[in-house]
C-alpha cells in the first residue's frame, strides 16, 4: 500500500528484472517532481479542508458551550488548542504559493 502511495507520488518507480517474480523499486531521479506531486496531491487539498474543519469546530464549541455541554473552563482550553491549530493552518497556508514557485 505504502508502495502504491509512493508511485503514484513519483518518489519511486517499479521495475522488472527478467525471471524473478519479485516487484523491485527505484528511487525517483528527480526529488523536486516527487515533492512538487506530493504538495500537489496530498498537502494542497488538504489545507483548504483544515480551515473550513477548524472553523465548523470552533462554531461547534460554542454551540456547546452555550448548550451547556462544556463548563467555561473546558471550553477555554478547546479554544486555544483550536486557536494554535488555527494559526499552523494559517501559516502553512500562507507559505503555500511560496511552496509552488520554489517546486
Known amino acids: 500500500m505504502g508502495?502504491?502511495?509512493l508511485v503514484a507520488w513519483g518518489a519511486i518507480r517499479q521495475i522488472w528484472i527478467p525471471g524473478d517474480r519479485r516487484d523491485?523499486?527505484?528511487?525517483?531521479s528527480d526529488p523536486?517532481?516527487?515533492l512538487l506531486e506530493l504538495y500537489r496531491e496530498f498537502l494542497k487539498p488538504r489545507l483548504g479542508v483544515a480551515g473550513k474543519r477548524l472553523t465548523e469546530m470552533m462554531d461547534g464549541l460554542h454551540e456547546d458551550?452555550?448548550?451547556?455541554f462544556l463548563s467555561e473552563e473546558e471550553f477555554d482550553i478547546c479554544r486555544k488548542r483550536l486557536e494554535h491549530l488555527?494559526?499552523?493552518q494559517s501559516k502553512l497556508q500562507s507559505a503555500a504559493?511560496?511552496?509552488e514557485r520554489l517546486l
Do not use: E, V
Not at 523491485?24 to 525517483?28: E, G, R, V
Open 86 to 88: 488555527a494559526k499552523i
Open 97 to 99: 504559493p511560496i511552496l
Open 65 to 68: 458551550l452555550t448548550g451547556g
Open 32 to 34: 523536486a517532481t516527487m
Open 24 to 28: 523491485y523499486f527505484q528511487l525517483a
Open 3 to 5: 508502495a502504491r502511495q
